[in-house]
């Protein structure tokens, strides 16, 4: 952490703001330049609150330079985490296909859906029971009976289930889902999160819809620092200025976490682009960029599905995009260990 | 709404769809041109869930004409909502003059900052007691105790509080709290939201970072068509691509909302830069534009603030912009009724 | 094109309303509801000032159902264009792979890379001659004497360049460059493209940081209005909050304009990051995507680059880099005809 | 400049890139942590380039600590830049008020309008001739012919002209006109900059649409290079999420800006938002906010301008609007010398 102070800055408080950055336990280097008096701050800084030094009159601007996050952070761990989701390793080479669909609609549905995807190449089985929609008005999911066809979809196939959780109450309901998926609103939801870290439940989290890299980390280190490590990071696309599409799928996101994190890193590109079309070019690139799996809405029936059927692929779709993706992986770009 | 079809679209297909349409009791009205078929949707087309019709082969594109929020919507509700706070009338050209630190520390600390923000014209007393925070290492707030503070601070000074509700299963302790904030963080927690539509409660509702105004309103309108119509908006910046301040006020959002709803708008210039020095400008300026209030963090040592001290002003800096408010606010702009 | 009334609109008005409107040749078929009337405005809309109409007193709104560009549609023009760059064509299939430094710095190092990049597989060689820096006081390129070395490389490998043109009155200095870019931050200079529409030159069109993929169809429209239909489009990044690289790829692009144009769609992976590391598997996901090309920056010394050094990969890396291009290539998405 | 280098640092190399620095006549304070190696760069670093250095291998990251920019720059020069236009102080108090059409459209047009806005109290008038409309197809401007007619509304009211300048190349045609505007799409053309840098004419910058703050100076820093510190700062809107205003308003730049610069710093409501009805709150909220003026769209007639009619105010709204201003304008936030 470097600290530039006010020009020009007393001697006296100069020292008294050492002394006390050195009963943090932090080593203390001084600069003193003819404009500016710059104190690097050596040791651990991660536990430093940045605000409470920026707010000292004599303090013109604090910069980190070690990331706030130490549980996440590939510093400290430069290995791959493989995260194990009910006997399906995700990360370090393993690739995690995803795929079902927005909404659980019926049991029939579901099963359906489920055996067409595994027939297709898929590891893993997502279907929403819990719905947050932005209109009071529309189809909220059908809840805990949600839950219950996932879990016979997960019998009759044999693919451990991914579901998403919206508030920390619905946790003993979750007891059976394989991976507890955390929304982009949910991302900041520092109650859950921080609950989540109780349990030993993988954990999928996806990036907020503006929420800078550094952030989602820090999110990851609130579940981290509880003692849960059982997390999975996915892009899913910021909100910007464009509105062709519903967001921006920001895939440079793979390169920029691969460096930052071992955890593994998954993309899902249906709901970054809305748009049904765009998920198979899209799943591709993020295969080549080296993602360590992928998250797809599959819908029997995208026209009549009873949320996001704009974004979903049919099943025959899927098959197709799982055989380009069997084809891409090979030559997909692998970081150094 | 306005359902723009494929080209070319074929007559039998467009007849079904029509009278699908029609079952939800919409009048259809079909624009036959040379290259697009535009049906016009004409009713209450709130209910219709947009994706719906997007995801049928036919359709190229959907676009809303009316707003999908009612309640909250001025179109049906043209008078200006007054909040009552406890006895402070909010909205409607009665000004909220909200002010305190953003935690809570200690009950002199609490009491301390109410008297003085009181006897410089604040007429509600704000102080955190639960606190998001984005490191899991950082203060998180005195919780439960905070809120007791709080009402210590109420009984010494008369003035109603605002406090941030983070989880739904918080509301208990909040009973006694007069107005319950949501945080940006939160403003898309629907089931929060739900929960708070079932009670009377005033709701102070902020911005999410990455909100449009259209969303904000979704989310009003989440509390509203549960039947608690006691919302306040509050504007607390964006995120951008500018990183001077920590999010980028939008002004614009008050003559926008005053012109899209009926319930007040406040602004919360603090959060929305985190720098001090520019609390008192933008607090003028808000005023100017027309704003029903202002929620400013004010501490009695903002260098030992727990936390936001950088944005934190003094209490005599605040006496001097509570000052410069009223002598703005007899020339602020005025809305037409 | 839509055009919403205000509510009520009185008969008259909409009857001269509709009156002007067909005198520019429109069908105009009108829907009366109860809470809006809409006009649906048939024919050619292209040239219709949406602005105008938008400042109506009688209007709310105005929607456009039809892009606002023609010749670069490829709803008028369905067919794959392919650009012939100097006998290197782009597009409909045939991919560019352009490399180079940023900035042409010496004959010598401006041939050794040529020499390089085209030994691992490029067909074309960029280097910038002009150089659009932020800082008036950094490197600003060597000018007319920059492009004269650049000739001197392609005589030397036969391989056709890629310079940028800043300003129209460079135009006599770029007679003999064979793709004329236009960079980021001109690409709403209306007059230089107006000026590049009277030429045949095939001009390289880059994204604006902040611009929607309509804006940049819109300004690829003012070079084709002139009369010059070899234009290709580059994706480079646009600015977003997240700050860790230095601007957002948005890959999502590629499938969205190869939907909205028939032009050919390249990618820039060097300068949307800033990051070497990032180019290898950013360049790989963009072929998976589809693109019909790549820009890459390669500098023999990065470290002592004038420019742009932390984004440029050493000719080694770029071998690599073509090689895993060459691999992905017959597994790419391929857009239907 | 703070650098921070990868670990581990060779010894060897941490010496030779500090006297590599050294010989740049700064002075180099080298901390060496357990985690990491920072040096700090003492002198003037603004003529440093940041991407040279951050290439070099050893480098993991490059802070700057001093703005790059020294002729815009506060701390340089603390009192207030008044820039005389034609007689008309801006800055430093004298508070600028600019009003006129977006294009002169004819004599008796642009002449009526300077009578009136003149009458209400506006101190400049401003009228587009040349303009940048982002379709081919859309009203370009009278050009050359506009020019002569500002000319003669000029001379009919004695108020000095404000018109946008494109291209270099038009340079000799805004020989008599006071203040030449640069547009949000050329705030980056470093030609047209360097260009206006040689002259003495006052220039009036305005902030990109997607430019931070620093960028915006760094383009001042160009004009001023060149010798010309006539410069007064636009803030016009900057491109966000949000699309219900055509841009989002950045008030929080007027407290920025005069933290940062000397340089006067004004503000655009009317191309901000693109919204006629919120030019008068913003008006408003500017001024409240202590900016040095304010630039307003008029037109006696915005259903039928040819450009921009939405955001265009009639003279006797703006008459209303600068009464308004000069209402708030004593109580405005005023910034320290």
């Given at each position: 952490m470097v600290v530039v102070l006010k020009n020009p800055a007393h001697p006296a408080e100069v020292r008294s703001l050492v002394s006390w950055l050195e009963g943090m336990g932090?080593?203390?280097?001084?600069?003193?330049?003819?404009?500016?008096?710059?104190?690097?701050?050596?040791?651990?800084?991660?536990?430093?609150?940045?605000?409470?030094?920026?707010?000292?009159?004599?303090?013109?601007e604090v910069k980190r330079?070690?990331?706030?996050?130490?549980?996440?952070?590939?510093?400290?761990?430069?290995?791959?985490?493989?995260?194990?989701?009910?006997?399906?390793?995700?990360?370090?080479?393993?690739?995690?296909?995803?795929?079902?669909?927005?909404?659980?609609?019926?049991?029939?549905?579901?099963?359906?859906?489920?055996?067409?995807?595994?027939?297709?190449?898929?590891?893993?089985?997502?279907g929403g029971?819990?719905?947050?929609?932005?209109?009071?008005?529309?189809?909220?999911?059908?809840?805990?009976?949600?839950?219950?066809?996932?879990?016979?979809?997960?019998?009759?196939?044999?693919?451990?289930?991914?579901?998403?959780?919206?508030?920390?109450?619905?946790?003993?309901?979750?007891?059976?889902?394989?991976l507890l998926q955390v929304g982009a609103r949910n991302m900041q939801n520092f109650d859950l999160l921080r609950e989540l870290g109780r349990t030993q439940k993988p954990v999928l989290l996806k990036r907020g819809l503006s929420s800078t890299l550094q952030e989602l980390l820090m999110s990851a280190e609130y579940i981290m620092a509880g003692g849960n490590e059982n997390v999975i990071l996915c892009e899913r696309g910021i909100r910007t200025f464009e509105t062709y599409t519903r967001n921006t799928l920001d895939l440079s996101a793979i390169p920029s976490l691969k460096a930052l994190t071992h955890l593994p890193v998954i993309v899902d590109p249906?709901?970054?682009?809305?748009?049904?079309?765009?998920?198979?070019?899209?799943?591709?690139?993020?295969?080549?960029?080296?993602?360590?799996?992928?998250?797809i809405e599959v819908h029997n029936d995208p026209p009549h599905a009873l949320c996001d059927g704009p974004q979903s692929i049919t099943p025959a779709q899927f098959d197709e995009v799982a055989a380009g993706i069997r084809q891409v992986l090979p030559y997909a770009y692998r970081y150094g260990a």
């Open positions: 932090l080593d203390i280097h001084v600069t003193v330049g003819r404009e500016t008096t710059i104190l690097g701050l050596v040791g651990d800084t991660s536990m430093v609150d940045i605000d409470l030094i920026q707010a000292l009159d004599i303090v013109e330079i070690q990331e706030p996050y130490k549980k996440a952070n590939r510093k400290f761990h430069t290995e791959d985490t493989v995260v194990d989701v009910s006997g399906v390793p995700v990360g370090g080479g393993h690739f995690a296909l995803i795929a079902g669909p927005c909404s659980v609609e019926s049991e029939e549905q579901i099963i359906r859906v489920a055996q067409a995807v595994k027939a297709s190449g898929a590891n893993l089985l997502r029971a819990f719905k947050p929609r932005t209109s009071p008005y529309a189809f909220q999911g059908l809840g805990a009976e949600g839950l219950k066809l996932l879990l016979e979809a997960k019998k009759a196939t044999g693919l451990p289930i991914v579901s998403e959780i919206m508030d920390l109450t619905q946790l003993p309901l979750f007891e059976d889902v394989d249906s709901h970054a682009t809305g748009i049904a079309r765009m998920v198979p070019p899209l799943a591709l690139a993020a295969t080549a960029a080296g993602t360590d799996g992928l998250i």
